[in-house]
Structure formats: C-alpha cells, structure tokens
C-alpha cells in the first residue's frame, strides 16, 4: 500500500499521527469547524493511533485515528480532509491506510453526512442516527421519576465493575478507553442492591464539557446518571451524544440542549448495535471518534 499520494502539482505523504505537531492537527480542526482543542488532541492521540496526510513543508492535510477495542474491534474516527484534498480522492485514501492497519477486525464509526457515500462506498452500512445535543445547561432541570437505587461517586477498587458493565452494553471491553477516562472524568454510578447497574462520566472537551459515557438498563436510570452531571453544569457549555429518542430526547431538550449536528452510526463486518430489553445499553457515547 502506497504511502503517498499526488494531488495535482504536489505531493502528500502519511506520516504517524503522534509524530506530527499537534497545534497543525489544531488548525485543521479548526478549518472543518470541529470543537477539538490541542489538548484533545492529544489524549485523543495517546489512546488511538492514525495518520496525518502532510506535503512537504509539513502542513497537514488531512487526518485519519482507530482505536482498538480488544483483538477483533477497533472504531475509526477524525476522519478528515481539507477542502484542497477532499475533491482528489485523499478521504478514500486515508480510509486504505486505516484499513491496512486495521485488518482483521470489525469496524465502527460515526459518519458526518459529508463523509456517508464514501463510507458506504467503502463497505459500511447504516445502523442509527447519533445527535448531539448542546448548548449552556438551562438554570432550572426538570423534575425526574423517584431514583431507585443511590448515586455515588464509586470507588477506585470498582473501575473493573464500570468495565465490565460497559462491555455488556458496547459488546467489546474498551478497558483501555475507561482507564484513560478515568482521570480526566467526574464518574457517578447507579448502586442498587448493592452493585453497580450503570454509570456516567463528565470531562472537558472543546467548548465546555461532554457527558459520556453514559451506560444504563433503562431510560429512567440513564436520566438520573445524565442529571446528576447537567446539575453541576448549569449555565456551562455541556454536549451529549446519544441514539435514544423519547425521553432521554425529550429531558435533553428541556436542559435547553438542542441537536447542533446528525451523524450516522456504521459497521463494517459485525453488527454493532445489539440491544437487549433490560440489559446495558450506551445511553451517551463517549464520544463520535470513540464510540
């Protein structure tokens, strides 16, 4: 597989995404109106890997990351090309060298509806509508059904019950993704019984904070696990992203947040969405890249 590409009168070149300056991967961002700050970028980087398309004096044209979920599952993400490179296939070439990389394992991703043909071009097929719903968290929430269960900032020694539990509902272990949360994340859990039935997780990211993951059995458990986080955000900049309609939709819009952007979730190879009334499910992702 070619690592370079030439676009008309000059030529591109992949080079290790960790390798490239990251206030250049800032700057394109920037150009696609994406909210990612340098430092997102480089967590972003030292969980997942990709490349970067730069010409010769080094500017970036174009991005591409996968993050592996175990030996069989990775999803791709930041995806991205500037408008220069877009029309000359460079998309479609970035998405060959992830391939390359990637090869053996089922593939998800979240597809902004500029990038849906090529992916479908490309073998991935429909599964459902993300929104992402933010804005500034609205002074008053609504009221919620009676909370079965306590809310609790779990201990340290129950991060392996958080992993297990979203297992369960993503259907591969992103251990590596919720240890690297963890120090970045306000975490609350649903105790009920004495175990953990869901969790939530708040951190800084672009333009105030993202709630997500949110992984939860049942709409009114991920209401509460999504509250207790807007509660602490009133007034801020909050972003979640979820599939759900009815009444997560419905709260989320009543925290005067509203659906700033569509995007499609795909799958190459297995069927990523499985739901299973009454068990675990993801609520909030993580994020478009992350799943």
């Known amino acids: ?43 972003l980087r030292k969980l997942g890997r990709g490349y970067a398309v730069v010409d010769g004096i080094g500017r970036v044209f174009g991005s591409a990351m996968w993050f592996p979920y175990g030996e069989d599952f990775a999803t791709i993400g930041l995806v991205i090309t500037t408008p220069r490179a877009q029309a000359q296939g460079n998309g479609r070439w970035l998405m060959e060298q992830v391939f390359e990389q990637c090869r053996g394992r089922d593939l998800g991703l979240n597809s902004t509806r500029a990038s849906h043909n090529l992916y479908v071009s490309l073998g991935f097929r429909n599964e459902a509508t993300v929104c992402m719903y933010q804005g500034l968290v609205a002074d008053s929430l609504p009221n919620l059904p009676a909370l079965k ?73 991920a209401l509460h696990l999504t509250a207790i986080h807007l509660e602490d955000l009133k007034g801020q900049f909050a972003r979640v992203d979820t599939r759900e309609t009815g009444p997560v939709a419905d709260f989320l819009q009543t925290c ?8 499609t979730t795909m799958s190459k190879g297995r069927v990523l969405l499985n739901r299973i009334s009454g068990q675990p499910w993801i609520y909030g992702l993580a994020g478009h890249a992350l799943g």
Request: proline share 6%; glycine share 8%.
């Open 1 to 43: 597989m070619p690592k370079s590409v030439r676009l008309k009168s000059f030529e591109l070149v992949a080079r290790d995404i960790a390798d490239v300056d990251v206030e250049s991967l800032h700057a394109l961002t920037v150009a696609v109106g994406w909210p990612h700050r340098p430092k997102d970028w480089d967590w």
């Open 256 to 263: 005067d947040l509203r659906v700033a952007e569509r995007v």
């Open 149 to 221: 269960g306590e809310l609790i900032e779990p201990p340290a020694e129950t991060l392996e019950e958080l992993i297990e539990l979203d297992t369960q509902a993503f259907g591969s272990r992103r251990e590596e993704l919720i240890k690297a949360l963890e120090p970045i994340s306000t975490i609350r859990a649903l105790n009920r019984g004495g175990r953990i039935v869901g969790y939530s997780m708040c951190r800084e990211f672009g333009r105030g904070h993202v709630i997500g993951p949110v992984v939860a059995s049942n709409d009114e458990d």
